[in-house]
């Protein structure tokens, strides 16, 4: 496609539902990176792929995030058992190859009661 | 660890105005500098970027000189106007620490008429 997209735009979940958030990169890109931003703040890594191969998950905050990208293509954040705190702009960006410029999604904004 | 630095906001500017917004960043290895832009309910847009010591970035009238012996990697732009009016972040990557980016926490800046 022309960029990367994500879904869905806005999510609103009850504290304690399971949410999924999808991210199509460019095609052809191989790395694809999701980040967390917070109102007011830059966004933060939460985890890296190569290819299907998920390379770092060192920025995820707890056990209960979960990522996978299993053909290499599309991937899905996945939050279990929302917290407020959970409340943010999650963003998805795909590269070429490993060190290339990053293009970003439009974000999905989760709000979590 | 690698972190980016960058002046804080509000900043508000009259048409055609002088803009600089302030970027510094600590980083082991040989980081990629770069400037993004999110217009208003818009994603995250590559502005400019630059990857190595003494390099000028530049697009849309903006540029951005990567200084090592400063550590600095400015925004500059001689006349703003009010379609400039947006979050500005500064980021590095590909330092010591990988393919991840390191964001700044972000400028809003608004231009008046």
């Known amino acids: 496609g022309a960029g990367v997209s994500q879904s869905p735009r806005y999510k609103v979940a009850k504290r304690g539902q399971d949410v999924a958030l999808r991210c199509d990169p460019i095609?052809?890109?191989?790395?694809l990176f999701w980040y967390q931003q917070a109102l007011g703040q830059g966004p933060e890594f939460l985890t890296y792929?190569?290819?299907?191969?998920?390379?770092?998950k060192s920025g995820l905050p707890s056990d209960r995030f979960f990522a996978e990208r299993p053909e290499g293509s599309v991937s899905t954040l996945k939050i279990q058992r929302t917290q407020q705190e959970d409340s943010a702009v999650y963003l998805c960006?795909?590269?070429?190859?490993?060190?290339?410029?990053?293009?970003f999604g439009p974000g999905t904004r989760l709000t979590v009661l | 660890g690698d972190s980016v630095t960058q002046m804080e906001g509000p900043v508000t500017l009259s048409e055609e105005a002088f803009l600089t917004i302030n970027c510094t960043y600590t980083?082991?290895?040989?980081?990629?500098l770069f400037w993004y832009v999110q217009y208003p309910g818009e994603g995250l847009q590559l502005l400019l970027k630059?990857?190595?010591?003494?390099d000028k970035g530049s697009n849309k009238g903006f540029e951005a000189t990567y200084r090592k012996e400063t550590t600095s990697f400015h925004l500059e732009k001689g006349s703003v106007q009010v379609s400039d009016s947006a979050v500005y972040f500064c980021?590095?990557?590909?330092?010591?620490?990988?393919?991840?980016?390191?964001f700044g926490t972000g400028t809003s800046l608004t231009v008046i008429p």
């Open positions: 980021a590095l990557s590909g330092g010591n620490t990988g393919n991840q980016f390191y």
């Open positions: 630059a990857t190595k010591a003494d």
């Open positions: 980083a082991t290895g040989y980081p990629s």
């Open positions: 792929f190569q290819n299907e191969a998920q390379l770092d």
């Open positions: 960006a795909s590269s070429l190859a490993w060190g290339d410029t990053q293009y």
């Open positions: 095609s052809g890109h191989v790395s």
